[in-house]
């Protein structure tokens, strides 16, 4: 378990947020590329692929610092929702209609790891985890000779009951320490049928990264970051698993009255 502490980033508003959250991704790409020429990178569902759109479809300045090379990413879904990728309940769906339809040609495709939506109408979702898991032994190496995929940067969101991924608070998948992807039939928030990354799978990642905007998310904060009581809560034990690899973003808003110090970039 890491010892050091999280970064906490706190802004006015959703634009200075996606300012700063922009060179923190392209700092990530920057050491993946240079470690292994691709940027492999799992995202959530909520409000994340909005603010990451807004990071990332905001003119840079030309510089290849500051230009995503989106042909080298890879992007995988940290959870998905067990329905067709056109549903309006896909996290597929939802970043494709947010950010990848509205890349520009000249900055390249990602590539895009949906769930096999031939097995989104089983009866148990633990087809379409397994396949999911296999997806990405194809990418990280046999599930033999890595014990688990390291991502360069996963990024999440916090729900108001301090969820994260499909990960809920006091769920026996919060124990799960051998799959890389586990299936969930009973979320409670809809739709029920789910699949997620697990815990060991996000902290093992090189970057974490929240973005938590909005006073919806204060108490929540406060739990997680100031109480004792907080601390089983899945994003707590991101920040407890992940330690100076998390970096939350959030605005004013979202960490009023909460005492964790804040770092600056
Ligand atoms: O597919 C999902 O349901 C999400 O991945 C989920 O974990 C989400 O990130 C949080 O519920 C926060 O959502 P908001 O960013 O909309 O608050």
């Known amino acids: 378990m890491a010892t050091a502490q999280p970064n906490l980033y706190s802004y006015p508003g959703i634009d200075a947020l996606a300012k700063q959250l922009r060179p923190y991704v392209l700092r990530c ?3 993946a590329l240079a470690r292994h020429d691709t940027f492999r990178i799992a995202v959530s569902g909520g409000s994340l692929p909005a603010a990451l759109a807004r990071a990332l479809l905001a003119p840079g300045n030309g510089s290849p610092e500051d230009t995503p090379q989106f042909n080298k990413w890879h992007i995988f879904f940290a ?6 990728l056109d549903h309006k309940d896909s996290n597929y769906l939802l970043l494709k209609e ?12 990602p590539t895009a790891h ?15 985890a397994d396949l999911y898991q296999k997806d990405l032994m194809r990418s990280f ?23 994260t991924c499909s990960l809920f608070p006091g769920h026996d998948l919060l124990r799960e320490k051998d799959a890389w992807v586990a ?38 904060m406060k739990e997680i970051f100031d ?7 899945p994003c707590a034990l991101v ?3 992940g330690g100076e690899k998390v970096s939350w973003f959030t605005d004013n808003p979202a960490v009023e009255g909460v005492s964790f110090p804040r770092s600056s970039l």
Request: one cysteine or more.
């Open 29 to 31: 790409q920057a050491a």
């Open 114 to 128: 949906p769930i096999d939506e031939k097995h989104v109408h089983d009866e148990d979702p633990q087809e379409l």
């Open 79 to 84: 959870d998905e929702r067990a329905v067709p």
């Open 183 to 220: 299936a969930i039939s009973d979320s409670p928030k809809p739709p029920p049928k789910r699949i997620t990354l697990t815990l060991p799978v996000v902290t093992s990642a090189i970057n974490i990264a929240f973005v938590a905007t909005g006073g919806g998310k204060k108490d929540i």
């Open 239 to 241: 920040n407890q698993g």
């Open 141 to 163: 190496a046999a599930k033999d000779s890595v014990k688990l995929p390291v991502f360069d940067l996963i990024l999440l969101g916090c729900g108001p009951d301090g969820h």
């Open 227 to 233: 109480s004792e009581e907080g601390r089983s809560l």
């Open 98 to 109: 947010e950010l990848l339809d509205k890349i520009p040609a000249e900055l390249g495709a």
